[in-house]
């Protein structure tokens, strides 16, 4: 009869895989090298099998290992969400959570979040940094980052929030000559607000059906922050693109206008991310489901909202 396998080494072996070294694998695991090694030794023993392939520079998984490690996520994944699952029934939100997110975002539309989130949940206290540089979640120390746009690879864990539209909108003072323009090609005529923010400020890709215009633009201005590029608009500085979060009020109130509204520009996500463990505390779930609620309401996260009326 062949002996059980401790289960708990499997955690030990893929620790070592994701980390690359022991070293790393005892830091995360918060062990010491020697006993990853032993755990190890006696995993490969029990298996039969040379696990991992040891060099000067990094620690590979063997074929053998790459199998097994496939077969560790599923079992070690399906162990954490059994753990969650039973901390969300049990467990109340607290502590502290550290969360940070883009300026213009977080101004919108994650402050409500956050302050009807600690209404809810007092015992726990929210601290939000607001930056649009993409800060390190764990040498940072963040339990959760709010992203927008296009995602890079990465080793973070993410889950998709919502979506956002960009909108090409005029100040008050530009209605009139934004209306008459007759397709993007026309846009470098009137003086444009360029978002530094952006990778790509002064060049936009329109569409319309099947039909695409790629238009490079002359800035009139530039700013390094949205809810800046907003207000200058606003004051008569021109046209520019903002995300559909920041403009629902002054849309509906006149301030700014669409230009061009038969013609779209590409749409981006609004994502949480969270730190590579596997360890997720119910305060960060818990946020980020209200988060969720919040982007599932009608005009989803451009909405403007009290936090009173968030679902509970």
């Known amino acids: 009869m062949r002996t059980p396998v401790n289960l708990n080494r499997l955690a030990y072996f893929a620790a070592v895989v994701e980390s690359g070294s022991f070293t790393a694998a005892a830091a995360r695991l918060g062990v010491t090298k020697a006993v990853v090694s032993q755990q190890i030794a006696k995993l490969e023993e029990a298996t039969g099998s040379a696990l991992l392939l040891r060099t000067t520079r990094r620690v590979q998984p063997s074929e053998a290992g790459r199998l097994l490690h496939a077969r560790c996520a599923v079992i070690l994944g399906e162990a954490e969400r059994a753990f969650d699952e039973l901390a969300q029934g049990v467990a109340e939100p607290t502590g502290t959570l550290r969360i940070t997110a883009p300026f213009d975002l977080g101004t919108s539309v994650i402050v409500p979040v956050v302050t009807a989130f600690n209404q809810r949940h007092p015992a726990c206290a929210v601290v939000l940094n607001l930056t649009d540089r993409t800060l ?45 323009l007759p397709g993007p090609e026309a846009l470098p005529a009137l003086p444009f607000v360029a978002n530094l923010a952006l990778r790509e400020p002064d060049r936009w890709e329109f569409a319309r059906g099947e039909e695409r215009r790629a238009v490079q633009l002359r800035p009139a201005i530039s700013i390094d922050a949205t809810l800046a590029v907003r207000e200058a608009l606003l004051a008569g500085g ?31 996500g609004i994502h949480a991310v969270f730190p590579a463990t596997r360890f997720r505390p119910t305060k960060v779930s818990a946020f980020v489901e209200m988060l969720v609620a919040a982007a599932r309401r009608p005009g989803g996260l451009a909405a403007p909202f009290p936090a009173t009326r968030l679902p509970p």
Do not use: K, M, N
Request: proline residues 5%.
């Open 136 to 180: 390190d979640l764990t040498a940072e120390g963040f339990d959760l980052g709010i992203r927008v746009g296009w995602l890079a690879d990465s080793t973070l864990q993410t889950r998709r929030i919502g979506g956002f539209r960009q909108v090409l909108v005029a100040g008050g003072a530009w209605r009139e000559a934004a209306a008459h």
């Open 238 to 268: 021109g046209l520019s693109v903002l995300p559909d979060f920041i403009l629902g009020d002054d849309l509906a109130r006149g301030r700014l206008h669409p230009v061009l509204p038969e013609w779209s520009l590409p749409e981006g």
